[in-house]
């Protein structure tokens, strides 16, 4: 799923390419994606590009008359940027904004359709997308601990809640917490001043340093290949493979659609943490640490 980074250079280069500019239509392919109807799809056409922002993991496109589209990219959700002239993305666009200068597709690959387009009137109307996390870029270190100390759950669930920080996700939760040197298990309640201090810095320079990455990477074209499966990353997708830090071979916690990876000689002391799967199968002959 697209997460903060992401998002942001999604945005920049919307900014570039449609803020001030008319929509001249937009197609709907797939009905499913389209949550909402008031207003209509046809009811866009004509209206001028004012805004744009990003609502946590939200990307919402603000139209002349306070009328707004709210994208939920999802898993498999992305967008893609053709100039005009060029050919669409194929079978797996779902919704196409048209402009004059090129089309906006929102694509979603495989069979599940998780994507969403709601079309919205109104400030008000945008509330119910607003999951209240705070913005991890914008906090101070105090504001930061008082929120993640809010609530008692493992660091992972906490970094990954909308309630409580906007726009982090599997992907980036594991590099930052890879960073802070801390367990993705380690209940939020027992953490010292220390570790709060540590995980504040890991969010804003893992946040903050990738952003710049994509941004460079990405320069005056759009972003393509945007993925959570990064080659740079320390552990995200890297189950089996060492460690930068320490050369130890990357872990993994199994769950019915996605997994954490963490590394057991720099987050845990050497422990392996139980996969609620493969733990149970082995029993007593699963290795308690990574010297086992």
């Known amino acids: 799923m697209p997460e903060l980074p992401d998002i942001t250079i999604y945005l920049e ?16 392919r797939n009905a499913f994606v389209l949550r909402s109807v008031a207003p209509s799809p046809a009811e866009l056409s004509g209206r001028r590009v004012r805004s744009l922002r990003r609502m946590g993991k939200r990307i919402v496109i603000g139209f002349e008359g306070d009328v707004f589209a709210v994208i939920h990219l999802m898993i498999a959700g992305r967008l893609r940027w053709r100039a005009t002239g060029k050919k669409s993305p194929g079978k797996i666009w779902l919704a196409a904004f048209v402009f004059e200068h090129g089309t906006l597709y929102l694509t979603e690959a495989g069979s599940s359709r998780r994507a969403s387009l709601h079309l919205v009137a ?5 509330a119910p997308f607003e999951r209240g996390g705070l913005e991890p870029l914008a906090i101070d270190r105090d504001a930061f601990a008082a929120r993640l100390v809010s609530e008692n759950h493992t660091l992972k669930r906490a970094l990954t809640d909308p309630r409580l920080f906007s726009g982090i996700g599997n992907a980036y939760s594991d590099e930052i917490l890879h960073r802070a040197r801390l367990s993705p298990l380690t209940l939020t309640s027992r953490l010292s001043a220390e570790e709060i201090g540590r995980l504040y810095a890991a969010v804003r320079d893992t946040l903050g340093e990738w952003t710049a990455r994509l941004r460079a990477e990405i320069g005056d074209g759009f972003p393509e290949e945007v993925t959570a499966f990064r080659p740079e990353f320390a552990v995200h997708g890297k189950f089996g493979r060492p460690c930068p830090v320490c050369d130890a071979p990357v872990q993994r916690i199994r769950y019915a659609t996605n997994e954490t990876n963490y590394c057991a000689r720099c987050q845990t002391g050497g422990r392996l943490l139980a996969d609620r799967a493969l733990s149970r199968l082995l029993r007593q002959d699963w290795p308690r640490s990574i010297d086992e």
């Open 122 to 126: 109104g400030e008000d109307t945008l």
């Open 13 to 28: 280069r919307l900014e570039a390419l449609i803020v001030g500019r008319p929509l001249e239509r937009l197609d709907v």
